[in-house]
């Protein structure tokens, strides 16, 4: 086949791929708020989960975030949130990873905070998009009762984004949200003796 008649064989094939994607893309007109989970063992959960947030920003929206593990110590995101005050509500709530704490009542009290400040955001009509960050770890450690948690996300308001993040999401979180990506980790730098580093992990 000569390098026109491969041009003119792909400009056909592409002419009906569109044709087709078009087909499908018409019968796609419901628009609402969505329950996105991220999970899994591999880095970028929260990374993906925050670059929804940047996006939903360019885009006008007003944006809610609660981290239920992360605390005090600084990172690039909340330090790029915080210029958008308007926009942006970002709660730092955790106490830190349980093994720093080594407290579970200082555990279940902080993941009891924080659920009920998200409770309110979630509720809240000015927030567009909410992001739960950590909050599968909460429910993994049993922290909060995943009957209530499920309850509350089932019956968000119609037009809000909810983005839940953290490894070892519970069946039951999965089962109810629109859309769940599991990060699977192939390579990862820890095990070749690299910290975690700035405009990387944190």
């Given amino acids: 086949m ?3 008649e491969r041009d003119v064989y792909h400009a056909e094939k592409m002419k009906k791929k569109k044709a087709a994607r078009d087909k499908i893309l018409a019968t796609k007109t419901e628009e609402r708020g969505l329950l996105i989970v991220h999970t899994g063992k591999g880095k970028g959960k929260s990374t993906a989960a925050f670059g929804m947030v940047f996006r939903a920003i360019g885009h006008g929206f007003n944006v809610g975030v609660v981290q239920f593990v992360k ?3 600084g990172t690039g995101e909340r330090d790029v949130l915080e210029k958008f ?3 942006v509500t970002i709660m730092a709530m955790g106490e830190g990873f349980t093994w720093d704490v080594a407290d579970r009542q200082r555990d ?3 993941a009891r905070a924080a659920w009920e400040t998200a409770k ?3 509720a809240d009509p000015r927030y567009r998009m909410v992001l739960l960050d950590e909050l599968n770890i909460c429910l993994r450690y049993d922290y909060l009762p995943i009957e ?3 309850e509350t996300l089932r019956n968000k308001p119609r037009d809000t984004h909810v983005i839940v993040t953290g490894r070892n999401a519970k069946d039951e979180l999965i089962e109810i949200a629109d859309l769940v990506t599991e990060m699977t980790e192939i ?3 820890f095990r070749a003796g ?3 580093q700035a405009g990387i992990e944190f």
């Fill in 148 to 150: 209530e948690v499920v």
């Fill in 187 to 189: 390579k990862h730098p």
């Fill in 194 to 196: 690299v910290r975690a």
């Fill in 2 to 4: 000569s390098e026109a």
């Fill in 108 to 110: 279940l009290a902080a």
């Fill in 120 to 122: 309110a955001m979630i």
């Fill in 85 to 87: 005050p308007d926009q």
């Fill in 71 to 73: 605390g005090k110590w």
